[in-house]
């Protein structure tokens, strides 16, 4: 029960933290959507950002925060708090050293990573992007130091504060980058865009510092240490190395999809961009805060040799995470364009654009919670130093994903949607065949309590779709002819419509789930209202 009570407390405050972060993420891109609109200007923007955060998911928040944050669990619990904190400083100062040798190359080489990444763009297209690229190189650098502190104040149980730090870059890049952008183009052209590219980094420094003060509170102080022979060391660098290699087998399907969609005009790359921001609204809700919480709690039981508590957390966190995104999956597949038409067309953005976007998001959900439990799941293994078989299921899905798009954009000539349908499936199949593996070596995995979640919270999630669809479609005939705030009105009463009706569906079904995450809620609602 204490660790039931840990993992749901914790998941709800880096829940709604990263719901804050979300929605300024979503903030950050209506705003890019209205002042630039959902075409060539945009498109090369987004893959611009796209090639230095490919290297924020691969290293900062990726292998290294992973292998940092398992390594310096374990040197806290045998050898103290000394010894993890030097640690600490010696793998910040190899990032700090590496990561900046990359940037000045990343710098140097951007026309021919753009080139790869963008084939299909024209000369002043791709000459934008490359301008774009340059200045916003250093970000990564910013990000990887914030991720290694944000692992270890995760490492420390401290997780609202490093989950609130992405809500400082939007802000920052909000900000900060429309500021430069009207000092650089009262109209915003392109020049305009090279100031949200100095946002982007104004973002990223905000986002690092506002996590410090809370780090000196743990008693730790950065000081360079160039010692890299550490056995600890080596050892976050023998996690990183298969994690690394996974985690780039989906950074390689990113790529591949960029290529794809630029052989595709203007658009497809921007539209592509947005429906995935909004899948990640759930996505960053639940399955991040899970993974989150779940990575150094999967940890403790690992080294603890306490194997029926870590098949226990490991199989809830999943149930949770198939809870939550279910009916996400069925209210963004019923409501795409409702909801993309409410928060983006205005300024530049057009109602085709809106099409295309919402045409994306539907495919994008079909694998949200593949999506979400897969990032519980791959923790799991690496908590049970079993990194190699992510990194070889991995492979198999840079192949499958390569397939996928060719016989859905090209073949069935489904374009863009073809592009999301496909990562859709890739991750549901890498949780599937995960899953399998993992449930072999832990034995019972508690799969008959997950296929009876799963069969009620979907049918709960068909009746809010219905009632999502019979109000989509008693109002459709109207619905251009709205003004934008009573389609705002309408989208808020048919959500939460649906919510009330899959709430009902499913306390009516006894999900036992459902009961621990409102008892977990209602407890919090009640310290807020007790008296001080």
């Known amino acids: 029960m204490a660790s039931e009570k840990l993992n749901t407390r914790a998941a709800g405050i880096v ?9 300024l993420g979503l903030a950050r891109e209506q705003v890019f959507a209205a002042l630039f609109g959902g075409g060539l200007l945009l498109d090369a923007f987004t893959v611009a950002f796209r090639i230095p955060n490919l290297l924020r998911d691969l290293f900062a928040e990726g292998a290294l ?10 040197t806290f619990q045998q050898d103290g708090a000394a010894q993890a904190f030097r640690l600490a400083s010696r793998v910040a100062t190899l ?18 990573l753009v080139g790869v990444l963008a084939p299909g763009f024209d000369a002043s297209k791709a000459a934008l992007t490359v301008t774009l690229t340059r200045i916003m190189w250093p970000f990564i650098l910013l990000v990887s130091v914030s991720a290694l502190v944000m692992g270890l104040l995760n490492a420390r149980n401290v997780f609202g504060i490093p989950a609130m730090a992405s809500s400082f870059f939007n802000l920052g890049s909000i900000v900060g980058g429309v500021a430069v952008g009207w000092w650089l183009d009262p109209y915003f052209g392109p020049r305009g865009l090279m100031g949200m590219a100095v946002g982007t980094l104004i973002g990223g420094a905000m986002q690092l510092g506002m996590q410090l003060p809370a780090l000196r509170r ?10 890299w022979r550490d056995p600890r060391v080596r050892e976050v660098l023998r996690l990183m190395g298969p994690s690394v290699i996974a985690g780039a ?5 990113v790529m591949i999809n960029s290529v794809f969609a630029s052989e595709l005009g203007n658009g497809p790359p921007s539209w592509l961009s947005i ?5 990640q609204l759930p996505l960053g809700v639940f399955g991040v805060a899970l993974s989150t919480v779940a990575l150094p709690l999967l940890a403790r039981l690992a080294a603890a040799g306490n194997e029926d508590g870590f098949r226990s957390e490991l199989a809830r966190g999943i149930r949770l995470a198939f809870l939550m995104t279910i009916p996400s999956t069925m209210g963004l597949i019923v409501l795409a364009e409702p909801i993309i038409s409410v928060l983006y067309q205005h300024g530049r953005f057009t109602a085709e654009q809106t099409h295309g976007a919402a045409g994306a998001l539907q495919y994008y959900a079909l694998g949200l919670a593949g999506y979400a439990s897969l990032k519980v799941l791959v923790n799991a293994f690496y908590a049970l130093d079993m990194r190699r078989t992510p990194m070889f299921v991995s492979f198999a899905a840079v192949g499958l994903n390569l397939l996928l798009n060719g016989l859905f954009t090209w073949h069935l000539h489904w374009g863009h949607r073809g592009l999301a349908f496909s990562t859709a499936c890739v991750a549901s199949t890498n949780f599937l065949v995960l899953f399998v593996l993992m449930r072999r070596r832990l034995g019972s995995f508690e799969s008959g309590a997950l296929l009876s979640l799963a069969l009620k919270v979907s049918a709960g999630s068909a009746a809010m779709a219905l009632v999502c669809l019979a109000s989509s479609h008693w109002l459709v005939p109207g619905w251009a002819a709205l003004k934008p705030g009573l389609r705002a009105l309408w989208l808020a009463v048919t959500v939460c419509a649906g919510a009330l009706v899959f709430l009902g569906c499913t306390s009516v079904l006894r999900v036992p789930e459902l009961a621990v995450v409102t008892s977990a809620f209602m407890r919090r609602l009640r310290r807020r209202k007790a008296p001080q």
């Open 95 to 112: 990032a700090i050293v590496a990561i900046s040798a990359i940037t000045i190359l990343g710098i140097l080489f951007a026309p021919q």
């Open 15 to 23: 829940g709604i933290a990263v719901l804050c972060s979300r929605v």
């Open 249 to 253: 087998s989906t950074q390689v399907n």
């Open 275 to 279: 429906a995935f921001r909004l899948m």
């Open 218 to 227: 743990l008693g730790y102080v950065f000081r360079p240490e160039f010692t």
């Open 65 to 74: 925060s992973t292998a940092f944050v398992t390594t310096f669990s374990r």
